[in-house]
């Protein structure tokens, strides 16, 4: 069930889905205050550029805006992409991927009649019987954002565990990860009166029964971490006014930040739990008891994930050696509620589920009868329903899926034996699977329709060496029978960073504009991601960032030296974290592309920490305010390390004004410095959508259609 935004907690990634096969993206918060101011109007000419909407910076932008895509919009292709793009985003043939509230299916739809979308119900009879369900409209966001004059984009929402009937719905002005919360009655279909309502903050609120709700939040101005989220908790009883809150948690502000969560079983157990995030990976877990607050002696890398049959359901990220050295990283253990609340210092895990050295586990969900579990398999995708005995010991059942796919939890409650699941490949559209009971079957309910040409295609996995030796291995989507001429048009895509993986997954968009022209994808399974679990990640960390950047370098070289493409049909996309990378690949291997997209980058790393919630992800790419972490940073920051005089190839730079997670600093600067140096260079900044391509399905089809217009130009034109 989607909940409000947990910015601090590593387990709740808001992810920023652009070119790869699996939703990629910047997880929203990491770690401690942000050094002083590194450069001056002095040396770095660009500052001005960071006020992100002054008139100067905005003037710029339209000017940028109106050089590119004069170009690249009067492309001849362009309008058949846009449309193609557009007419995939707003398709009705989508899967309405629903969640089980309140016994009800709900899903929150846009298209060409709902751009900012409505949330709609079905009985659960009338969607379980596959095809289109009858649906009922209870909420229709273009109404509101019309009435209130307010451009609304939707951000989630947190329901009552016990009837489920009262929900805080999260709504975002323009895409900005802050929001607003309000309370909204199900069953009445309207927003309640005099009811609870948080002003806009990066926050997170849970129920604390019907009467009271538990937020973290700026309560006052500027009561905030150095990165920008909250540190704060307060209790809000029903009639009071904000101010009236009572305070029940304090963090620190060089924390990241501080989150609440709600967890319920079946049973009904309930675990109200406050996160303290110390770094973006460390955390202190903390629950929230009638007799006041235990903090729970579980590892800083560990996180609770769910909760069943009085269990707590933890994943390790590090080793647990209090605990006996059988808890290793990687795992899933299960923690007693009532042990912990009564011994929180000395906690008695068991073991559910031990991955392998090439397994990692991806999502796990709670239903009635049993957990749900999706984990990687030398990243294909795989899950199990896991039960309890009465002994406590834990049982798998595998649940029978198609092989070489992604396999996601779209739903699951504690209020039902159901469970939902999205499964797709590179080649494969998405299919909607429901498992139901304790038996682990699995039957599929719907699938999209193809949504380009796939017969002339196939996917393979190799491995590519990187400069340690290490294997790294990547996926490859071409046509049948391709002859190895070093000619192919290719795309290569990667993220490696935040523990994120990236694993096959249905591209529609990707398919229509570039498989079916005749192009290449490849996505790279790059150290830095969480595909082979904590180790995989870890070795991607901070000043051991090179070793990501070589595994890419490894794979474009490894196509290269396959011929399946050569240096001057081969291009590089990457978003967030994965604009860091094509940007360092940019500045460290310009003679290996020839086209890089770098969407919604950071690349001014020697700064990155003073921008948006740039100082929460220390814990990833280390401190300026560390003398040897500041060398590295500095040695691979793209916006530093640009040279005039290189002969780079052509790039595409995107961003959007209202991302207020990574910020449009980055490539704004990034842009400049090109041209002050007489770099050819396209700039794009959309000026709505947040940490994306955009508001809405309109203006995301549009960032897609420029992308494939630019990416055709410089690989398959020529």
């Known amino acids: 069930m989607p909940r409000l935004s947990l910015p601090a907690l590593a387990t709740s990634i808001a992810l920023f889905a652009a070119g790869s096969a699996a939703a990629q993206g910047m997880p929203p918060a990491a770690s401690a205050a942000a050094p002083s101011a590194t450069a001056s109007a002095s040396d770095d000419p660009y500052l001005w550029l960071e006020k992100v909407d002054s008139p100067e910076a905005m003037d710029w932008v339209h000017a940028e805006n109106k050089k590119s895509l004069s170009v690249?919009?009067?492309?001849?292709?362009?309008?058949?992409?846009?449309?193609?793009?557009?007419a995939i985003a707003q398709a009705r043939e989508r899967i309405p991927f629903a969640h089980q509230i309140d016994g009800g299916l709900w899903n929150f739809w846009q298209d060409a009649d709902h751009v900012r979308g409505i949330w709609r119900r079905a009985t659960p009879a009338s969607y379980d019987a596959g095809g289109a369900p009858a649906w009922k409209t209870v909420l229709d966001l273009d109404k509101v954002a019309a009435s209130e004059h307010a451009n609304w984009v939707w951000q989630g929402y947190q329901c009552e565990s016990r009837h489920e009937n009262l929900c805080l719905v999260s709504l975002s002005d323009g895409g900005e990860d802050a929001s607003t919360v309000r309370e909204f009655d199900l069953r009445k279909g309207t927003f309640v009166g005099g009811g609870f309502q948080l002003p806009k903050s990066k926050q997170s609120a849970v129920w604390d029964g019907t009467n009271a709700i538990i937020a973290a939040r700026e309560w006052t101005p500027g009561e905030l971490t150095a990165s920008g989220y909250a540190y704060i908790v307060k209790r809000l009883r029903r009639g009071q006014p904000l101010s009236a809150a009572v305070e029940i948690f304090r963090g620190q502000t060089s924390d990241v930040s501080v989150d609440v969560r709600s967890l319920s079983d079946a049973r009904g157990h309930q675990a109200l739990i406050i996160q303290r995030g110390v770094t973006?990976?460390?955390?202190?877990?903390?629950?929230?008891?009638?007799?006041?607050?235990?903090?729970?002696?579980?590892?800083?890398?560990?996180?609770?994930?769910?909760?069943?049959?009085?269990?707590?359901?933890?994943?390790?990220?590090?080793?647990?050696?209090?605990a006996g050295p059988q808890f290793t990283q990687g795992m899933l253990v299960a923690v007693d509620l009532a042990q912990a609340i009564a011994t929180p210092d000395a906690l008695h895990p068991t073991i559910v589920f031990a991955p392998t050295a090439r397994q990692s586990v991806e999502e796990v969900s709670a239903t009635k009868n049993g957990l749900v579990v999706t984990l990687l398999d030398n990243v294909r995708g795989r899950a199990s329903l896991f039960t309890r005995s009465h002994d406590g010991a834990w049982t798998a059942a595998p649940i029978a899926?198609?092989?070489?796919?992604?396999?996601?939890?779209a739903d699951a409650s504690v209020h039902s034996a159901a469970a939902y699941l999205s499964v797709a490949g590179y080649l494969q559209p998405q299919t909607q699977w429901r498992v139901a009971g304790t038996q682990a079957?699995?039957?599929?309910?719907?699938?999209?329709?193809?949504?380009?040409?796939?017969?002339?295609?196939?996917?393979?996995?190799?491995?590519?060496?990187?400069?340690?030796?290490?294997?790294?291995?990547?996926?490859?989507?071409?046509?049948?029978?391709?002859?190895?001429?070093?000619?192919?048009?290719t795309i290569l895509y990667g993220y490696g960073g935040f523990a994120v993986s990236m694993s096959p997954g249905y591209l529609g968009t990707m398919g229509k504009l570039w498989l079916e022209h005749g192009g290449v994808y490849v996505v790279a399974n790059i150290r830095?991601?969480?595909?082979?679990?904590?180790?995989?990640?870890?070795?991607?960390?901070?000043?051991?960032?090179?070793?990501?950047?070589?595994?890419?370098?490894?794979?474009?070289?490894?196509?290269?030296?396959?011929?399946?493409?050569?240096?001057?049909?081969?291009?590089?996309?990457?978003?967030?974290?994965?604009?860091?990378?094509?940007?360092?690949?940019?500045?460290?291997?310009?003679?290996?592309?020839?086209?890089?997209?770098?969407?919604?980058p950071l690349l001014d790393m020697l700064r990155y920490e003073q921008m948006d919630a740039g100082a929460s992800w220390v814990g990833e790419y280390g401190s300026v305010s560390i003398p040897v972490e500041r060398a590295f940073l500095a040695s691979i920051s793209p916006y530093e390390n640009l040279r005039a005089g290189v002969n780079y190839p052509e790039p595409f730079i995107w961003t959007t004004t209202k991302d207020d997670r990574v910020g449009p600093q980055h490539a704004r600067k990034f842009a400049a410095r090109l041209s002050e140096y007489g770099i050819p260079y396209y700039y794009y900044e959309v000026t709505e959508g947040g940490h994306g391509a955009g508001a809405n399905l309109t203006e995301r089809a549009h960032t897609s259609a420029v992308e494939y217009v630019y990416f055709t130009r410089q690989l398959m034109d020529r």
């Open 72 to 86: 690249l919009e009067s492309d001849p292709r362009f309008a058949t992409f846009n449309a193609q793009a557009l």
């Open 280 to 322: 973006f990976f460390e955390s202190e877990t903390n629950l929230l008891t009638a007799s006041g607050i235990r903090k729970l002696n579980l590892p800083k890398k560990a996180s609770v994930v769910d909760m069943f049959d009085g269990q707590l359901i933890v994943k390790l990220d590090e080793d647990w050696p209090a």
């Open 401 to 409: 899926l198609p092989d070489n796919t992604t396999v996601g939890i």
């Open 441 to 489: 079957k699995a039957k599929p309910l719907r699938s999209l329709p193809a949504q380009f040409d796939a017969a002339r295609d196939e996917v393979e996995q190799f491995e590519a060496t990187s400069s340690d030796g290490t294997k790294i291995p990547y996926f490859i989507v071409h046509p049948k029978g391709m002859p190895l001429d070093g000619t192919h048009p």
């Open 528 to 600: 830095g991601g969480g595909e082979f679990g904590p180790a995989w990640h870890e070795a991607g960390l901070k000043t051991s960032r090179q070793t990501a950047f070589d595994d890419f370098a490894s794979v474009a070289q490894d196509l290269i030296a396959r011929k399946v493409t050569s240096p001057r049909r081969l291009g590089i996309q990457g978003g967030s974290n994965g604009g860091l990378l094509v940007g360092v690949e940019f500045t460290q291997h310009p003679e290996l592309y020839h086209a890089v997209d770098i969407q919604v």
